[in-house]
């Protein structure tokens, strides 16, 4: 299988905290990376800053970064964002923006979605987003 998948925050956090074997997320992250299957975008960049304890692990989550496939929201997605997030208020899903940009990144670029997000699971019954969830 050759899937990308686009690797959300909740993901990513859950990679930093656990050693390999102390967590399925944490290990199924680091299968995308050493099988050249994981994605991310900019904006899950700047969420994981958000968190950083210090500058070094926020250089850190930017080398990590670097080295991996990325996708970006050009004009067009950030208009298919906005109708997004109007299609989901009208589902009666209130999601972030932020996760709302993010499963949008995945969308339009055909790619699953892995997350340990309630949010996502929310967004998935109004939009075609494809998640690998680690949810209960």
Same mark, same amino acid.
């Given at each position: ?7 959300? &925050? ?17 290990? %199924?992250?680091? +299968?995308?990376?050493? /099988?050249?299957?994981?994605?991310? &975008? ?7 800053? #958000? ?6 692990? $926020? =250089?850190?989550?930017? =080398?990590?970064?670097?080295? $991996? @496939?990325?996708?970006?929201?050009? %004009? /067009? ?6 109708? @997004?997030?109007?299609? $989901? ?9 932020? =996760?709302?940009?993010? +499963?949008? +990144? ?9 997350? #340990? ?11 075609? $987003?494809?998640?690998? /969830?680690?949810?209960?």
């Amino acid at each position: 299988m050759n899937e990308q998948v686009l690797i959300d &925050t909740s993901a990513w956090i859950e990679f930093s905290r656990h050693a390999p074997g102390r967590s399925a997320v944490g290990d %199924e992250v680091r +299968a995308l990376i050493e /099988s050249d299957r994981a994605v991310v &975008t900019q904006i899950i960049l700047v969420e994981l800053a #958000r968190g950083a304890r210090n500058e070094e692990e $926020l =250089d850190s989550w930017a =080398d990590i970064f670097s080295a $991996l @496939n990325a996708v970006s929201l050009d %004009e /067009s997605a950030w208009w298919e964002a906005a109708r @997004n997030s109007f299609m $989901l208020g009208r589902g009666g899903v209130n999601a972030p923006v932020v =996760d709302t940009v993010i +499963a949008t +990144a995945a969308i339009s670029h055909g790619i699953s979605l892995l997350h #340990r997000d309630r949010h996502f699971i929310g967004i998935a019954r109004v939009l075609p $987003l494809e998640q690998y /969830s680690f949810t209960q």
